[in-house]
């Protein structure tokens, strides 16, 4: 009796420590492992502790299910037979979609469809339990494969451990949206993501307890009507380009990607890629990540503990030009407020300012610059004054920060970093966001002066959408209601403004919402930022407004409160407009240089100032550009 009862004591521990494994192959890594298997990364690091450290190495056996915890069975049966279909994937289909509408886990869809990451474009086929398909879908093309598989009991894990702290956690609240969270828990977007496996499918929903970490004690900020988020996808006619650790220039393959494309991309051969990656001989996959060129030998730091920083300003003293002198005060406000920060906090500084006078005179500054002893130049402020500094300093390829200076034609220098972000850039985006909205409507664009951005919008938007009615105006006024030829009613149309002058953005909005009242779902985007645009919050959401815009302070956050009141107390005001500017960009270059003035080693942060986002891309001719913005839409209630 004894020995029999040892017999059963020892099988049921056995069967608690039996567990579904992994094994690691090359490409694999926490997220894309804890995706596969339909389980959160805080399981995955509870099961497997050396993951959690970035100890992951090919073969490394991982425990994904059952652990030594209590379990219930769902089913007595040990064998089922189930009978599968296929669905084929529709535009806009997610993960997340056919979870909800075929009443099927996200865990068990991920069984049936081991690679369904890789498998989510338009066209590709989904397995599905053909009952499921049966009595849930629609009358989209269904291939329906009826087979029968042997299906183990659905084991479900009721967890022993300890209850996780309050502060991990978060419940999202009415209004919570991507742009607030990550402020208020100081962490970036894909972290978020990464923390909650398929929260980007699933979106935010009030009630929903989500994983976060960082300060948990910042203020909401609250905004009526307003989701604002800081888009992590890049605009278009872009790529992303990463520094690696034996210094290559990488580029991670996109769905859609073709060789040939590359090669046109990046202006290099076919034998070029293929001696630095063999492995393409098989074929482009998605997520693949390719070695492009070799990046050109950065600059590093000849001498001393010391950074030394020339900023370069138009005061105007020595030649009695007035015209940019309180523009460049500001600016120097807001720089020597991140001086002084960035000195408190350890950092060993030499800083000359320099009076760069007017464009006219401007070559007198530069005997100033010490070119065998200088590791960063911040300005000048005009293109032609970027231009004679690159030329100065040439040979020895000292970073060069232009704060207002962009033009493609500067993309050429290695060495440089431009600031403000090319406004191409917001076109390319608001050509993506009205793609997005847009089912034959009427299209109307309020243009500037010179119309170079307006007609900018309506190639691209005639070459993406399918055979579009595109109008370039001069005034909102112009913009009416289109009418619905079989009832005669008014009928919605698509409005943009590229046009940033604030007296023009005012009579934008105010058209807006007259057409809103008249015909409901108008869409209305704007290229750039008016501060009508929250003054009119809730009028102007019945119109949908989405607008971009570069900087923006969030005055509840305990970061840009603390810098807000450091500003007042030195200063005795609040930062002007140049003085936030000169803040931004002097404390965000100083917090990528390291002690060996290496600055181009940390250009793939993204990080966020007092108002402005910093998000560098490597252009395939050498420059760093922001193209960091933020996508504000504006939703009705």
Do not use: W
């Amino acid at each position: 009796m004894f020995k029999k009862s040892f017999i059963i004591s020892s099988l049921i521990v056995f069967s608690g420590l039996c567990a579904q494994t992994h094994t690691v192959v090359k490409g694999d890594n926490p997220y894309n492992i804890s995706k596969k298997y339909g389980i959160s990364l805080d399981e995955l690091y509870q099961k497997n502790p050396k993951v959690k450290n970035g100890k992951l190495a090919l073969g490394d056996v991982l425990i994904i299910g059952k652990t030594t915890g209590s379990t219930k069975t769902t089913s007595s049966k040990a064998t089922a037979s189930v009978q599968l279909g296929k669905i084929v994937l529709q535009p806009k289909q997610t993960i997340y979609g056919i979870t909800k509408q075929y009443q099927i886990s996200e865990a068990e869809l991920r069984r049936l469809n081991p690679e369904l990451d890789s498998h989510m474009k338009i066209g590709d086929e989904v397995v599905l339990p053909l009952a499921n398909i049966n009595k849930f879908g629609t009358a989209q093309n269904v291939s329906v494969k009826q087979e029968e598989v042997k299906t183990t009991p659905v084991v479900e894990e009721v967890k022993n451990e300890e209850k996780a702290s309050g502060d991990d956690f978060y419940t999202i609240e009415e209004k919570d949206n991507y742009y607030k969270l990550t402020r208020k828990f100081n962490l970036t977007q894909k972290e978020l993501f990464a923390l909650n496996p398929g929260l980007e499918e699933k979106g935010l929903k009030p009630g929903d307890v989500i994983k976060i970490k960082g300060n948990t004690t910042a203020s909401e900020v609250s905004e009526k009507g307003v989701e604002e988020k800081v888009e992590e996808s890049k605009p278009a006619n872009t790529y992303t380009t990463t520094s690696t650790a034996d210094d290559y220039v990488t580029y991670t393959v996109q769905a859609g990607d073709t060789v040939f494309g590359i090669l046109n991309k990046f202006g290099i051969s076919l034998d070029e890629l293929l001696s630095l990656n063999p492995n393409i001989s098989q074929g482009l996959k998605t997520g693949m990540v390719l070695k492009i060129k070799k990046l050109d030998a950065a600059y590093s730091k000849k001498s001393g503990d010391a950074l030394n920083v020339v900023i370069m300003l138009p005061f105007g003293f020595d030649t009695n030009d007035s015209k940019f002198r309180t523009l460049s005060l500001d600016f120097l406000t807001g720089a020597k407020l991140a001086i002084e920060r960035n000195v408190a906090n350890g950092q060993k500084l030499d800083i000359k300012v320099i009076d760069a006078g007017n464009e006219a005179s401007f070559k007198n500054s530069l005997t100033q610059i010490n070119a065998d002893n200088t590791d960063l130049i911040i300005g000048p402020f005009f293109k032609s004054s970027v231009l004679q500094v690159l030329d100065y300093v040439k040979t020895s390829k000292i970073p060069v920060v232009a704060p207002f200076a962009n033009s493609e034609d500067l993309y050429q220098y290695s060495n440089l970093i431009l600031i403000e972000t090319n406004e191409m850039v917001y076109a390319d985006r608001i050509v993506k966001e009205v793609k997005d909205a847009y089912s034959d409507q009427k299209i109307y664009i309020v243009a500037d002066g010179d119309k170079t951005k307006a007609n900018y919008l309506k190639t691209n938007l005639e070459k993406e959408l399918k055979n579009p009615n595109v109008i370039i105006v001069n005034s909102a006024a112009d913009v009416q209601a289109d009418k619905n030829m079989m009832t005669g009613q008014s009928a919605p149309v698509i409005a943009i403004l590229a046009n940033d002058n604030d007296a023009v953005a005012e009579a934008f909005a105010n058209r807006m919402i007259s057409l809103a009242k008249e015909t409901p779902d108008v869409k209305a985007f704007s290229m750039y930022y008016s501060s009508i645009f929250e003054k009119k919050v809730d009028e102007l959401s019945q119109a949908n407004l989405v607008y971009l815009m570069d900087r923006k302070i969030n005055t509840e956050g305990d970061f840009e409160k603390e810098i807000l009141a450091a500003y007042k107390k030195k200063y005795c005001k609040t930062p002007s407009k140049y003085s936030v500017i000169g803040f931004d960009i002097v404390n965000d270059m100083l917090s990528r240089e390291n002690k060996k003035g290496e600055i181009f080693k940390q250009m793939g942060k993204v990080q966020t100032q007092l108002a402005t986002k910093f998000e560098f891309e490597k252009t395939k001719s050498g420059a760093y550009v922001n193209k960091g913005y933020r996508v504000v839409r504006l939703v009705p209630n």
